[in-house]
């Protein structure tokens, strides 16, 4: 620490610190800097950070501040009160509301007593053990300042000294978040500045999803934050699914028909149940309605009904109603006609919870879609990142399997792009029963 005054009756202290290792302004302060407190008579050497001495007497003092030292108080006789930092310090941290911090070790000399208070007690509240104070991270998250202060005694003046926290109110693994959290996290920006693509989320899913009956807990993945932010706005967008929280293997939904085709009517994972035509493209397909429960409506844009109510016998009514009730509804841009061309009036926008993925979102480029569906699309960072785009069964996640998108084949009337087994584009029929991997965002 430079700059240290040496006392004297003409220059009484407190001693503003101006600098630290030549440093001046708001100084940064790292693990690096944590050092084993000065003792009495000790040389104040330069790898000394933030150890304060009164070099006339060779005494050091200390508060330890998390990885910060910050003198509190002094020698009645020399110390008039407080040396600190001309900057007050700061300590970020990341927890759920109840988390408990050992946040600092208050060192004082005498036998003043000790108080600490909390400025904003919907941030953090405080509490001293001993030398310790430990805070509690509350519901509101944001900054507030910690004071400390030391009562006189029969030798040493008060003296006080405050810190800064700061608080993100998430746990910085995804899983033990809440979606009220999560959702919280992504409308305030920072979700991307704690988790990471490819985290994992837990989804229970229970109920039937067309013919299949699913009672299970598949964990949905981070594919990317704000995700073609200009279009389709904030938020964490997460795909479906993988079959473990840490390791776990991309998987798609496939029912007991799969690979099969049929137009019957059954709802099978077929993109239309009657008919193999990709006619009215991704908009008025059955799958959308009826399989994923992406809209509350055939043929129309989502509404908030759509995971408040769902239609029954979809992926959308098996999600928990906490998890439904933090998605947000996505504007998307896809060929909704379907008629065997690339024209760019083919490519409209619909309002969805829980869509497939398109072509170029997977990709990154367009082989078979329309190709004017990319200037409205973005490839998900999960892929961008180099992530394999093979996909396997949920019931057998040994046994790859096709999946479909929602981005109809523009060179005919009866196919729409898939993801083969090997992870490659190709196109598939409409009346087929493929795997389905979908995409929710939760944000507002």
């Known amino acids: ?122 941030v953090v509240t405080v509490a001293l053990e001993g030398e310790q104070i430990k805070l509690t991270i509350g519901k509101g998250g944001g900054d507030t300042t910690v004071a400390v202060s030391v009562a006189s005694d029969d030798t040493f003046t008060p003296a006080s000294v405050a810190f800064r926290v700061s608080v993100l109110p998430y746990d910085t693994t995804l899983s033990e978040n809440t979606p009220d959290m999560l959702k919280k996290a992504a409308d305030e920006g920072v979700a991307a500045s704690i988790w990471a693509v490819g985290d994992t989320y837990p989804c229970r899913l229970h109920g039937t999803v067309g013919t299949l009956t699913l009672n299970t807990t598949l964990w949905a993945y981070v594919v990317g934050f704000d995700h073609n932010e ?57 799958l959308r309605y009826d399989i994923l429960g992406s809209t509350h409506a055939k043929g129309a844009d989502a509404n908030a009904t759509t995971t408040l109510n769902p239609v029954p016998n979809t992926l959308m009514a098996a999600f928990e109603a906490e998890l439904r009730a933090a998605m947000k509804p996505i504007t998307k841009y896809t060929d909704n006609a379907g008629n065997k061309s690339t024209s760019a009036e083919n490519v409209t926008k619909t309002i969805d919870y829980l869509p497939l993925f398109a072509e170029f979102e997977i990709f990154g480029e367009r082989t078979y879609a329309n190709s004017n569906e990319q200037n409205y699309q973005k490839q998900f960072d999960y892929w961008k990142n180099g992530n394999d785009k093979k996909k396997y069964r949920h019931d057998r996640p040994t046994t790859s399997a096709w999946w479909r998108s929602r981005s109809p084949n523009s060179d005919g009337t009866n196919y729409f792009v898939i993801t083969n087994t090997d992870g490659t584009v190709n196109k598939g029929g409409a009346d087929y029963s493929g795997g389905v991997a979908a995409h929710f965002a939760i944000g507002s």
């Not at 279009?231 to 798609?252: M, P, Q, R, S």
């Open 1 to 122: 620490v430079d700059n240290v005054r040496q006392y004297s009756t003409e220059n009484p202290p407190p001693y503003p610190v101006t600098s630290v290792n030549k440093k001046t302004g708001a100084v940064e302060i790292g693990a690096t800097d944590l050092m084993t407190p000065l003792q009495a008579g000790d040389a104040l050497a330069d790898d000394d950070t933030l150890a304060f001495l009164d070099k006339s007497e060779g005494v050091a003092k200390s508060i330890q501040v998390g990885t910060l030292k910050l003198l509190l108080g002094g020698d009645a006789g020399k110390y008039g009160g407080l040396v600190t930092l001309t900057n007050d310090e700061k300590i970020d941290i990341n927890g759920k509301p109840g988390t408990v911090v050992n946040a600092a070790i208050v060192k004082r000399l005498g036998t003043g007593s000790i108080m600490v208070k909390s400025l904003d007690e919907n």
């Open 230 to 286: 200009e279009i389709e706005g904030k938020g964490i967008y997460f795909g479906t699914f993988k079959n473990a929280a840490k390791d776990g293997v991309d998987v798609c939904l496939v029912d007991s028909e799969y690979n099969s085709y049929y137009t019957n009517g059954t709802k099978y994972f077929n993109m239309n149940h009657s008919s193999n035509t990709i006619v009215g493209g991704w908009k008025s397909c059955d």
